[in-house]
């Protein structure tokens, strides 16, 4: 059968890449900010377990001169870091969410 053929309509393509390049760059920016979001998480992180190791393993464990007191205050340290690591991954995904 014979097909009708629309007319070109320039503005409708225009809105319509328009849209596409809108999207788009929101994507870019929500993907960076992501991004930062995690890289500001890990340097937290980092600053709290440095915070702990000092505040444990060397404050107390190290200072104590106790083999047994060193152990447990690694354990201890290694609690805290994953305790927060846990907790700060289930903040953000639950923020994310």
Not at 1 to 29: K, N, P, S, W
Not at 35 to 45: E, I
Not at 66 to 83: E, I, K, Y
Request: aromatic content about 12%.
């Amino acid at each position: 059968g014979a097909r009708r053929r629309r007319a070109f309509d320039f503005g409708e393509v225009m809105v319509h890449q328009m849209i596409h390049t809108i999207e788009y760059v929101l994507g870019c920016i929500s993907n960076t900010a992501s991004y930062l979001r995690l890289w500001a998480l890990s340097l937290a992180h980092a600053q709290l377990s440095e915070v702990f190791w000092e505040k444990t393993v060397i404050g107390i464990g190290v200072e104590g001169s106790d083999p047994m007191l060193l152990f447990v205050c690694s354990f201890a340290w290694a609690c805290f870091t994953v305790g927060v690591l846990m907790g700060m991954e289930s903040l953000s995904a639950f923020l994310h969410a």
